[in-house]
């Protein structure tokens, strides 16, 4: 069984930063790869970004440019910088684990996800 467990949301001004980290124990992480969703009530989860087994990122088009991931095999951790924040981006986001080195923009495509953790930007 895999745990993922975030950390690092809170309140934050608008054009603040934060930064949310993901620890995951339960398989070898450096194998797969790792992906940050976001979800507000009652709209679907949005894929965010993705670090790849190899460490390359892609992201979704409202946060590129503006939020960076990252991962350190060592620590077993996936890290999202969020910069540039903005009202819209106010939402639980979500760390979760495919089972690809590739990481899917689909939600089903993962299988392991944490409990998720809130961040507010205020305007």
């Known amino acids: 069984q895999v745990q993922l467990v975030e950390s690092g949301g809170g309140l934050v001004q608008a054009g603040g930063s934060l930064r949310l980290s993901c620890t995951a124990s339960g398989r070898t992480f450096s194998s797969y790869a790792m992906g940050w969703f976001r979800q507000v009530p009652g709209k679907e989860r949005e894929f965010v970004g993705g670090?790849?087994?190899?460490?390359?990122?892609i992201y979704g088009n409202s946060v590129r440019g503006r939020f960076t991931v990252s991962r350190d095999n060592a620590k077993n951790a996936v890290y999202l910088q969020m910069n540039s924040l903005k009202p819209e981006d106010t939402a639980v986001y979500y760390c979760?684990?495919?089972?690809?080195?590739?990481?899917?923009?689909?939600?089903?495509?993962?299988?392991?996800w944490g409990q998720g953790t809130q961040v507010t930007v205020s305007s």
């Open positions: 979760a684990a495919p089972t690809s080195t590739w990481p899917p923009t689909g939600s089903l495509e993962y299988i392991y």
């Open positions: 670090v790849s087994r190899a460490g390359s990122t």
